[in-house]
């Protein structure tokens, strides 16, 4: 279940930070506040026919109350918010000469939170890693209509749809980060669910290379 290729290769690597474990259900609070600067900031449509791309919101759910210590999947997931965050930034900002390094960024970012899933999905049972790669697949196509939509908005930048492309590239971006955090919630649930792989999967995890730190 590896990341394939979408346009974004890089000779740079993506890390996510183990340092620091922000408290449970802080990636969920960082996506609301960000769907809400999201919405308060998007130009308002001129559309009148109805036909303009819309923005697809939702409110995130609660992050599960687990131990963080070495969990290379909520601090990915995190990296994958906070580029997802920048990339709004800009694109409210109409700062269209950075679309193509925020979308990288989100996109190496990606890379990574796939990359640690792939290292521990195998510790679990043959049907919870089916729910792992359904979870898996969706991110694979929402950077792909990321990579869309922002290619539109580069297109139309200097046009009078530049506002309706712009609105089209955060809501792929909020999709994604979005499904960045239903995978999380996936993994966790399986944690969950089977306790008794918790102590291995933690233990296994001592004997790998950093699963953030992916080279492209």
């Known amino acids: 279940m590896s990341f394939s290729g979408n346009g974004l290769q890089s000779s740079t690597g993506s890390q996510c930070s183990s340092k620091s474990h922000s408290p449970s259900g802080s990636i969920a609070s960082t996506m609301t506040v960000a769907g809400k600067s999201e919405r308060s900031h998007t130009p308002n449509s001129g559309s009148e026919n109805g036909d303009a791309v819309k923005t697809k919101t939702a409110a995130p759910t609660p992050t599960a109350d687990l131990d963080r210590t070495n969990d290379k999947v909520y601090d990915c997931t995190t990296q994958v918010v906070k580029a997802v965050m920048s990339l709004s930034q800009g694109v409210q900002q109409s700062h269209a000469y950075q679309y193509l390094d925020l979308v ?45 939509a922002m290619k539109l908005a580069q297109q139309y930048s200097q046009t009078t749809l530049d506002n309706e492309y712009r609105k089209g590239m955060l809501g792929a971006a909020h999709v994604l980060a979005m499904d960045s955090k239903n995978l999380l919630d996936v993994v966790d649930t399986i944690r969950m669910r089977y306790p008794q792989f918790n102590k291995h999967l933690f233990k296994s995890r001592h004997l790998h290379i950093p699963i953030c730190r992916v080279l492209l």
Not at 114 to 139: G, T
Request: no cysteine; proline share 4%.
């Open 104 to 148: 990288r960024k989100v996109g190496l970012d990606l890379r990574g939170l796939l990359a640690s899933v792939d290292e521990i999905v195998n510790f679990f049972p043959p049907s919870a890693q089916r729910e792992v790669e359904m979870a898996h697949k969706v991110l694979s196509k929402d950077m792909t209509e990321l990579v869309t």
